[in-house]
């Protein structure tokens, strides 16, 4: 039985919502998946650092109540979040970088991924910063030193978009896609057809955990541009940095562009999109479309997401599942794990007596 151990970086929703399902489903996975979870790190800006050796109770670390620096009274622990040091002392197999998401230089996250990559450490990850930024260097940087940069969760949270379209749809010449890339949102949206205001629509999406930490970037696109940009640049072998795409996000609609688009029997859908022009250049964009009702993206509600894949020889391909909430991220961070565990290519895992 072979056993990983982990350590988190940033303990918001996610990386608390994977500490959840270790908590509750380890042993499922040592029968199932041939191994188990150890959190033997953590550290979060709020919470401080703290690292053990031979493991922390994933049980104990969500329930307790840790105030601010709460970190610094546990056995191992400091008040400060001393990410550098503990991505490169830990004794890990795996860090797990689930902080903000900077949409502009991938900052922090990025040297948190250089850190753990220099130091032979596999890195998953849900942040979107360092893949839309930097996923050619880390991706380099993960082969030199013979570990895994996963990410299979920037897009469309635990729905399989990139492993599936990689893996599965391998010659199927992808020659672009078009895309519902953002749960919060799509919620909104969905939120405001009901009558809601635009506002309250939001926080009901913070509340859900859907939202970033600042909302700001669901609601004006610039999440999706990033998702754009990792989709493209991984699928279509696109070179795109984020300022390549053009982004127009939700928060200009109104209610009565709302009530207009359901008199007229259509939808709007903030919609993600790339393609690959006639001389093999790719074109990305963001902007709210107004859909009829009977386009195929029309009918996915919520924080559910869809992209539809054009392909050169199936036709359009779609996939549609959820686009973000904690316990559908933590399943993507898991994925990787288990693409991970499939190549066998861990360095320091240990074989449990
Ligand atoms: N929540 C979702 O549905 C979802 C889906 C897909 C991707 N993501 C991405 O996953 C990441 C985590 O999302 P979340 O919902 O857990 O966010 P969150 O805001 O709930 O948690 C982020 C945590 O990271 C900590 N943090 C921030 N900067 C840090 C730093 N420099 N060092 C240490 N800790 C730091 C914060 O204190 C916070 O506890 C984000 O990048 C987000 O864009 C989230
Ligand atoms: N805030 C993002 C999280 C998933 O990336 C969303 O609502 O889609």
Same mark, same amino acid.
């Given at each position: 039985m072979t056993v990983y151990n982990i350590a988190l970086i940033g303990f918001g929703g996610v990386n608390r919502a994977l500490a959840e399902l270790i908590a509750a489903k380890n042993q499922l996975w040592e029968r199932d998946l041939g191994f188990r979870l150890n959190i033997v790190a953590v550290s979060d800006l709020y919470l401080g650092s703290v690292i053990s050796p031979n493991g922390l109770d994933a049980r104990t670390l969500v329930e307790a109540k840790f105030e601010?620096? !709460?970190? #610094?009274?546990?056995? &191992? !622990? @400091?008040? /400060?979040?001393d990410n550098e040091t503990i991505i490169k002392t830990?004794?890990?197999d795996i860090v797990v970088e689930a902080t903000f998401?900077?949409?502009? +230089?991938?900052e922090p996250a990025v040297s948190h991924c250089r850190w753990a990559l220099e130091t032979g450490k596999h890195v998953v990850t849900t942040n979107k910063g360092p893949v839309a930024i930097e996923a050619q260097a880390l991706k380099a940087l993960a082969k030199a030193n013979g570990v895994r940069f996963e990410y299979e %969760?920037?897009?469309?949270? !635990?729905?399989p978009v990139i492993r599936m379209a990689e893996k599965?749809?391998? &010659?199927? /010449?992808?020659k672009g896609f078009e895309g519902i890339l953002n749960g919060t949102s799509n919620f909104v949206l969905g939120r405001m057809e009901a009558g809601l205001d635009f506002a309250s629509a939001v926080k009901e999406a913070q509340e859900l955990g859907?939202? /970033?930490? +600042?909302?700001t970037a669901d609601v004006e696109g610039f999440d999706v541009r990033l998702k754009v940009v990792i989709l493209a640049n991984e699928l279509l072998g696109a070179s795109l940095k984020p300022e390549d795409v053009s982004c127009k996000g939700?928060? #200009?609609?109104s209610p009565s562009d709302i009530e207009d688009a359901a008199q007229a029997n259509s939808r709007w859908k903030l919609i993600g999109a790339a393609v690959r022009n006639d001389d093999g250049s790719v074109t990305g964009s963001v902007a709210p479309r107004r859909l @009829?009702? +009977?386009?195929?993206?029309?009918?996915?509600? %919520?924080?559910t997401n869809a992209v539809s894949l054009d392909t050169e020889l199936l036709g359009a391909v779609t996939i549609t599942g959820p686009g973000a909430g904690r316990i559908e991220t933590a399943y993507a961070l898991l994925s990787d794990i288990v693409a991970i565990h499939s190549t066998g290519t861990s360095p320091i895992a240990k074989e449990a007596a």
């Open positions: 601010k620096g !709460g970190f #610094g009274q546990l056995s &191992g !622990g @400091s008040a /400060e979040a830990a004794p890990a998401t900077n949409p502009k +230089d991938g %969760g920037a897009v469309m949270s !635990g729905t599965t749809l391998a &010659g199927a /010449e992808l859907y939202a /970033e930490a +600042d909302p939700i928060s #200009g609609l @009829s009702l +009977d386009h195929p993206l029309a009918g996915v509600n %919520g924080a």
